[in-house]
């Protein structure tokens, strides 16, 4: 009997302590993953659809001067497609040329990453920036001619 009740004293306290917690899983940037709730029976059920692949996301990309050689040209639209693999393509007018190039997230940090793009004509842009989600981040661009611009990405 006092075995039982010292087991009691023992877990009982464990149990009240743990019983409110659960566990959330997480994606790689932080957001929680919710499961889908369990079907109720007595209502029609639709099977869930198979599983799609995660594919790139497309989104803006907007440069504001930083510099007076920068205010020349004003606000820099473009877009940026985030392959969902570290990588991810964009291109940009500037000047009347249109820039391509690629970004790629930096080694041991997966929200920051570097930039580059080039046009046909030799011009040529260098970034460095921070994503925030795989939708939104900010950093700073550097064209050949020395223009400055803070970088936006997102909607």
């Known amino acids: 009997m006092k075995t039982t009740l010292r087991f009691i004293a023992k877990v009982l306290p464990l149990v009240i302590l743990l019983g409110g917690c659960y566990v959330l899983p997480m994606d790689r940037y932080g957001n929680p993953i919710y499961p889908s709730p369990p079907p109720s029976y007595g209502e029609k059920t639709v099977p869930p659809s198979p599983a799609k692949k995660a594919g790139p996301i497309t989104f803006s ?5 930083d510099s007076d050689l920068a205010a020349e040209t004003g606000v820099i639209t473009g877009s940026v497609t985030n392959m969902l693999t570290g990588k991810g393509r964009f291109n940009l007018s500037y000047k009347g040329e249109t820039f391509t190039g690629e970004a ?3 080694s041991n940090d997966s929200r920051r990453g570097v930039a580059s793009a080039f046009s046909p004509t030799g011009g040529y842009m260098s970034c460095e920036y921070q994503m925030n989600t795989p939708r939104q981040g900010a950093g700073t661009c550097i064209f050949s001619n020395g223009a400055k611009y803070k970088l936006h990405l997102g909607d």
């Open 104 to 106: 790629t997230r930096v």
């Open 61 to 65: 990309a907007r440069l504001y001067p």
